[in-house]
């Protein structure tokens, strides 16, 4: 990699306002499947003209993982290496990221997702005068071109849980959007694998709710920007590729269980909140199951 950015890099910063990329890098051990896109991801952000510095958190890998990301941090200047514990939850290894991050705009981005040149600048575009808190998705397909499930249409409550569990999505409407990209969508939730908002909404926001283990902080995020009356919009022209499958484990259902309790407001929701742990493990488990997929232990 070049030791330093771009000139098409330097340009783009002086143009436009800056962009920072924030990857949580998790449990990655060398001569697994997971080393080889944490590669590709980060060479496709230190690529893309509209990102202006990345931001790594090193989160519980393994130690050649880490002298890796430090040695990548000391090679170029615009990449930032930061330590989260263990045992501390993805979403506030999230929140750590953003903190240190010196863009005016946020784009989280899994490490296993490869972005598309020009996804950033979509992304951007699509959020235009949308009404503030706002929040961009982008489309990923898997390594063979299939579409991934990254988007909820319709509106989020404590029944959104069990569409997710089952990988239920329904696709969304295009609808012209005044002051903003007209092929962008209105949602209810983008994926936090490919997600950009500005940072003034993320911190007015508070934030990832840091009590959500590894998933569905997403989803709860994108439902607190529609509650306080902003725009959670899907970008389809804005691309990436996900090389690796979303872990379904434990964590996945306890992030589930929590967004159920959180969203349960009817008395029915609150009675589901109160079983959802083991309902959402039968149902992730039965969808493994019949995927013939091995159960995911982590």
């Known amino acids: 990699m070049d030791k330093f950015p771009s000139r098409e890099r330097t340009a783009a910063s002086g143009l436009a306002p800056r962009v ?80 240190y991050a010196l863009g005016r705009w946020l784009l989280f981005l899994a490490p296993d997702v490869v972005l598309r040149r020009g996804a950033v600048a979509r992304m951007a575009a699509a959020g235009g005068s949308a009404k503030a808190p706002w929040i961009v998705g982008g489309r990923l397909t898997d390594g063979e071109g299939r579409e991934q499930s990254v988007v909820r249409a319709g509106s989020l409550n404590a029944w959104s849980a069990i569409a997710v569990a089952l990988d239920w999505a329904a696709a969304p409407r295009k609808q012209k959007l005044t002051g903003a990209d007209p092929e962008a969508s209105n949602v209810a939730a983008v994926s936090g694998a490919f997600m950009l908002m500005p940072r003034g909404d993320f911190e007015a926001l508070g934030g990832f709710d840091e009590g959500f283990a590894t998933s569905a902080a997403d989803l709860d995020l994108c439902r607190r920007a529609a509650d306080a009356g902003g725009s959670v919009l899907f970008q389809p022209d804005a691309a990436g590729v996900q090389l690796a499958r979303p872990q379904r484990g434990r964590k996945h259902v306890q992030g589930l269980a929590r967004f159920v309790s959180k969203s349960a407001r009817t008395p029915f929701q609150k009675a589901f909140a109160a079983i959802a742990t083991p309902a959402l493990g039968v149902l992730v488990g039965f969808k493994d199951f019949v995927a013939g997929r091995p159960p995911q232990r982590r």
């Not at 080889?36 to 952000?45: E, F, I, V």
């Not at 890796?68 to 330590?83: F, P």
């Open 20 to 99: 920072s990329a924030v990857v949580v890098v998790r449990d990655v051990r060398p001569h697994q499947s997971n080393f080889a896109p944490l590669d590709l991801s980060l060479r496709s952000a230190l690529a893309e003209p509209w990102i202006d510095d990345l931001v790594i958190v090193d989160h519980g890998n393994a130690p050649e993982v880490s002298a890796a990301l430090r040695a990548l941090q000391a090679d170029r200047r615009d990449v930032k290496v930061l330590m989260a514990r263990a045992d501390e939850s993805s979403a506030a290894a999230a929140n750590l990221g953003a903190q």
